[in-house]
């Protein structure tokens, strides 16, 4: 769990999928760079310094047509295998 105080919290979402590692090579696929936590976490950390808008509605449209499709089911599920 991170800190209570709004001001000490960073900025990223964490998402769970029972598929996490294969929903997570999806979107590395996408071009959508995202971090896979053991055992069904997919976090993802946008930056006002490096990332856009556009680019944050980009990634979730991504993820949105990835799980729509099942197109995470062509990957492995693999832990190890996670880039």
Do not use: Q, W
């Amino acid at each position: 769990m991170g800190p209570r105080e709004d001001h000490r919290r960073g900025g990223h979402v964490a998402l769970t999928h029972a598929e996490a590692v294969r929903v997570s090579k999806a979107l590395c696929k996408a071009s959508v760079i995202v971090d896979y936590r053991p055992p069904d976490i997919i976090r993802l950390g946008p930056s006002p310094l490096y990332n856009s808008f556009t680019e944050c509605c980009e990634a979730i449209e991504r993820l949105e047509a990835i799980m729509d499709s099942g197109a995470y089911t062509s990957h492995s599920g693999e832990r190890d295998l996670v880039s």
